[in-house]
């Protein structure tokens, strides 16, 4: 099967998109896919998150400006089978530096060819910073489809309709016809309110199967598990947390190879 790359985004930031995204990646390789987490926020809370130090020169910058090689900016982590593109903060600076350049939406999709035809991982996860910036739109181009987390809270909605925008945009130029909504995860549930059951429900009517049957809690555990720089099934395998994104990383797995 050929490499899946998907882009974790959602406009908004505080959804539990980097939760997801690091998540994710750590659950999809202990069921041993081989995984890359690419961290595109200049934030670096994704590279934090699994242990790494925010390095300078360490992120994907200088690549996508065309000075060297993805593969060379590919680290390991404590965790089998999950590998990771570090962010830092130099990051900032490519939304504008790639405005600039020829083919600008298409560089990320450029520097991962080579990882591609390594052939060395069966999912590529993207982080996106939480905008629909040069970097965001770079990712959408380079993806095989978009995983969005969906906080349960009323405006959540109006975050896909935009984003739908988007996608028909680049869909529409041709920059990537493949683009669709791979699936979308409810995050921050709490079953105990009656708002988070309706939000749920509302989604779920708006987007039928898009939407995971998997819902992440609301948890202490997984707010905790990044400042020790773990997942949350390496920092508390038995929470609530990590048996919710081990369902979705099956749920993700399965749509993968469906």
Do not use: W
């Not at 309709?161 to 041709?174: E, K």
């Not at 609301?218 to 099934?233: C, N, Q, V, Y």
Request: some cysteine; aromatic content about 6%.
């Amino acid at each position: 099967m050929p490499t899946k790359v998907i882009a974790v985004a959602n406009q908004k930031g505080g959804v539990g998109k980097t939760t997801t995204a690091v998540n994710l990646a750590a659950c999809l390789a202990a069921l041993g896919q081989r995984v890359l987490l690419f961290d595109l926020d200049p934030q670096a809370n994704a590279t934090s998150g699994l242990g790494l130090e925010k390095t300078e020169g360490a992120s994907a910058y200088r690549v996508l400006l065309g000075e060297g090689n993805l593969l060379d900016k590919i680290k390991s982590t404590a965790f089998e089978r999950l590998e990771v593109v570090p962010s830092e903060v130099d990051l900032c600076a490519a939304d504008l530096e790639l405005a600039r350049m020829e083919n600008h939406l298409l560089r990320v999709a450029a520097v991962l060819q080579p990882v591609l035809e390594s052939q060395r991982f069966d999912v590529v996860l993207m982080d996106c910073p939480p905008s629909l910036g040069i970097l965001t739109l770079n990712a959408f181009a380079a993806s095989d489809g978009l995983l969005v987390p969906l906080q349960c809270e009323y405006y959540s909605l109006e975050g896909i309709s935009m984003m739908n925008r988007v996608l028909n945009q680049l869909r529409d130029a041709g920059i990537n016809p493949r683009l669709d909504i791979f699936g979308v995860v409810m995050t921050m549930f709490d079953g105990r309110t009656k708002l988070s059951n309706e939000v749920v429900s509302e989604v779920r009517n708006q987007l039928g199967a898009r939407v995971f049957e998997t819902v992440i809690p609301r948890s202490t555990r997984l707010a905790e598990a990044p400042s020790f720089g773990k997942p949350i099934i390496h920092y508390d395998k038995y929470s609530s947390g990590a048996a919710a994104y081990e369902l979705l990383a099956q749920e993700v797995l399965k749509r993968l190879e469906g």
